[in-house]
């Protein structure tokens, strides 16, 4: 079954964001980074999957790779893939440029997250 996704409009104010750079926006009340990576944008996680490391204290390395600023696991921007071998993975957020605006999606869950 397919993914389905709530989509939020991202205020293009808050969405200033240079090539490497982590920034952190608020969607529907949840905290997101968003980076760009040879001048595309990517939205993942706020926390590491390991220590829970703020991943915009980090910073992205020269492959696309967030780097979590506590171990230095290092994470795909594109996939959440962990690249350093350790096995864990960084969820990422689907990114779609409209044209009144640029949305983030968030996976829908069922009864508690369960279906």
């Given at each position: 079954m397919a993914k389905q996704y709530s989509w939020y409009k991202i205020d293009a104010e808050n969405?200033?964001?240079?090539?490497?750079?982590?920034?952190?926006v608020e969607v529907n009340g949840k905290m997101?980074?968003?980076t760009r990576y040879q001048s595309q944008l990517y939205a993942f996680a706020y926390k590491c999957p390991h220590a829970s490391g703020?991943?915009?204290d980090g910073f992205i390395d020269n492959d696309g790779n967030a780097v979590c600023p506590i171990h230095?696991?290092?994470?795909?921007?594109?996939?959440g893939y962990n690249s350093s071998g350790e096995g864990f993975y960084l969820k990422?957020?689907?990114?779609?440029?409209?044209?009144?605006?640029v949305?983030?999606?968030?996976?829908k869950s069922g009864l508690f997250g369960w279906l």
């Open positions: 969405l200033v964001v240079d090539e490497q750079e982590i920034i952190v997101i980074c968003c703020i991943m915009a230095r696991y290092r994470f795909n921007v594109k996939n990422t957020y689907p990114i779609e440029h409209r044209e009144d605006g949305y983030i999606g968030i996976e």
